[in-house]
């Protein structure tokens, strides 16, 4: 097995792992830690035909044996120890045999609503939960908050602590306490898949193993709740939108943006599976803001080409998000959709309105989108400046290069118009 097969076996199953170990233990904290350590371990030994024929299993008993040492670590040290060698557990808290296969909804969706756990604020939720399941590092979850990591790794100390005092058991929430959880547990896979589709530090556009793992995730919370809307809305979601990922890398990595983009090469069956979804799902229950996007996405989805796109249809649907909630870049991309549909001017305009809020006027979006629009009114050395701007505040390596090269050219044109 190759080390990019061994990465992907790991991130597969680190979720499955760390929700065998709270599962039989407790100690949501130490168990992280614990299980961090066997993965590092397999990372270092499963080389060539050195991978065990039970890959999980082998992480469980490692994990296991690690937090009984770290268990024995604590201050506490002989109650613990005498805890952990006389515990007799209740069977809610017992994990499966190591070798025995998951089935179902499996520990991975139980760890999801463990980390939304009602003690927890919804910020510190989303945030401890893209930490254990969905593999982020601190700085990518400060990132998606738009925080700094210093403060974004406080939030999730605490929030793990907190896990640890409630002795919440390892288990599926009833019904009632479920609903309540959901939102925070939607929202999570959302900033999860958007993390993957459009890497926001590093040398790759995208990580397709966090957008697959949301889409896989998405699929296990739709087949639990076939009926709920906005579940069916996210998954229709990243179904449509992962659809153009193949179309949105050149073949020397460059980045292409949509309008540009080789529609022939998107996901002829994500796109109808997500259309179907959105299809079924917006004459039933309430229209949330996933649903809204989905049917945003599959405007563009359905569109033969970028000039064919119904702007009119996408700008309505932003002014209907945009009353749910004050959401900046959804205001934003309304911006956008605007001038396509009234002018650049218009959008100018739309995103000057966005320059005092600092949710987004520092962020590279925000720059970017300006130097496109100024670019189509012709202002190409303030549009170049937005460029190198926008460049200079984004930590993705590939969209760094796309900006500064879409500055460069507007520097040769205006090179070229004065010689």
């Not at 998000?321 to 959709?337: C, F, G, I």
Request: proline share 5%; aromatic share 4%; net charge neutral.
């Amino acid at each position: 097995m190759s080390g990019i097969e061994v990465e992907g076996l790991l991130r597969e199953l680190a979720p499955q792992v760390l929700g065998s170990i709270v599962r039989r233990y407790g100690h949501f904290d130490l168990a992280e830690d614990a299980v961090q350590e066997a993965l590092l371990a397999a990372a270092t030994q499963w080389t060539g035909d050195s991978t065990p024929a039970n890959p999980r299993g082998w992480l469980i008993t490692v994990a296991s044996r690690r937090l009984v040492d770290l268990l024995r670590n604590e201050q506490a040290r002989q109650r613990r120890e005498d805890a952990v060698a006389t515990w007799t557990l209740p069977t809610d808290w017992l994990a499966p045999p190591a070798d025995r296969p998951v089935t179902g909804s499996d520990d991975t969706l139980i760890l999801l609503f463990l980390c939304c756990h009602p003690a927890l604020s919804p910020a510190s939720q989303i945030a401890l939960t893209l930490r254990a399941v969905g593999g982020l590092t601190t700085a990518e979850v400060a990132r998606a908050f738009l925080v700094p990591e210093a403060t974004m790794a406080r939030r999730i100390s605490r929030a793990k602590q907190r896990i640890k005092a409630s002795g919440m058991p390892f288990r599926m929430p009833a019904e009632a306490e479920r609903a309540g959880r959901l939102a925070a547990v939607l929202h999570v896979l959302y900033l999860i898949f958007n993390e993957g589709y459009a890497s926001t530090s590093g040398a790759n556009l995208v990580r397709v193993e966090l957008s697959t793992e949301a889409i896989r995730l998405a699929r296990l919370m739709h087949r639990l709740l076939p009926e709920d809307s906005e579940v069916t809305g996210l998954l229709a979601l990243m179904l449509l939108t992962d659809a153009r990922r193949p179309a949105r890398i050149g073949k020397d990595g460059t980045l292409i943006p949509m309008a540009e983009q080789d529609r022939s090469r998107w996901h002829t069956g994500q796109i109808a599976e997500g259309i179907g979804l959105i299809t079924y799902a917006l004459p039933r229950g309430t229209t949330g803001p996933y649903q809204l996007q989905a049917a945003i996405a599959a405007i563009h989805d359905e569109a033969p080409s970028a000039d064919e796109t119904d702007w009119p249809q996408i700008v309505a649907l932003y002014e209907v998000l945009l009353r749910m909630s004050d959401n900046p870049v959804v205001a934003l991309n309304h911006a956008v959709a605007v001038a396509m549909v009234e002018g650049p001017d218009a959008g100018l305009d739309l995103l000057g309105r966005l320059a005092g809020d600092g949710r987004i006027a520092a962020d590279h979006r925000w720059h970017a989108a300006r130097a496109h629009l100024l670019e189509l009114t012709g202002d190409r050395v303030a549009a170049r400046e937005c460029y190198q701007t926008a460049a200079q505040r984004t930590g993705s390596i590939p969209q760094q290069r796309y900006l500064n090269l879409r500055a460069a050219r507007l520097a040769e044109r205006n090179t070229g118009r004065h010689g």
